[in-house]
């Protein structure tokens, strides 16, 4: 247990009794004052203080004993116009306790104060385990957030063609089927369309695999800016696409597909000095109604889609082929 020292003064400052000197502070003839470094002004600063807040005043404070400085925390109410100080070497931090009714001799008195520190001392292991509380609570918010973050890009990851950048067959899938859901449920009509690269096979046997990759990365962009909000594409294996478009009218489908196609065959990929290649594809492509068709499978329209695609192939290619559905 920590030494403490415990003194009553008067109103004026003057040392009334001595409660207990286990710190051998108080000599014959001494006053508070003759402790402190800064004399008077520092006892009047922390009294005044004392007696305006009216509570337990609890501050660090530097005393010198037999010439030397040391630096003990001092506790102290003013009560019944009498200030009762004592001086710990106990370290009491920032806290600020209410006034409380004393009785008895002075004994009691210190013995309260003392029980006061000890009050505080617990007081400050709660407030030691609190601040572990929110460094543990901060611990885990972030790593909630990083959480967040590593599961968003494993979605990514999860969702996303890792050549092209767009959809893969999975997750054009599934969205295909979640705006078929909703058109159906909105009566508004839509287009559902497969694209395959002419000749693909050709580009890679002639020049290379790393050109065949550049060719599906070009049709990737042309296909990620002409689709809109309720628009999706994706590639669903080696050079085909699936693309999904809300549309108005069987016309309006068709403008769009013809816009895609002319885009893509704007593209041109430079092989060496003046040989370049121009990309060129087919599209099939089904048209449906909603307003005459309730929900239809995404497994039919693909197929219908497809076969469109082989007429279109079978013509020369780099064509487009719709069918109604």
Known sequence: MAQCSGV??????????????????????STLADLFQNGSKQIEEIFDNLAAEKEILNQCVEITLNQKTMEVFLSGIYWMDHFIVCFSEEEIRDIILHEESFSGDNETLLNDLLEKQKEINEFDEINRLNDELMIIQRELTQKNINLSSLIERLEVLATTDPLTGIFNRRAILERAETEITRASREGKSYGLAILDLDHFKKINDQFGHQMGDLALKTTSACLRESTRQYDAAGRIGGDEFLIFFSVDSIDQFEKILTRLLKEINRRHMDISGELTIKIKASIGAVYVDSK???????????????????NAKDIGGNTIMIEEF
Do not use: C, P, Q, W
Request: glycine share 4%.
């Open 8 to 29: 009553i003064l008067t109103k004026g400052k003057e040392i009334k009794s001595v409660l207990k000197d286990e710190l051998s502070l108080f000599s014959r003839g």
């Open 292 to 310: 005459k068709y309730n929900h239809t499978k995404i497994d039919k329209l693909m197929k219908k889609a497809d076969d469109a695609l082989y």
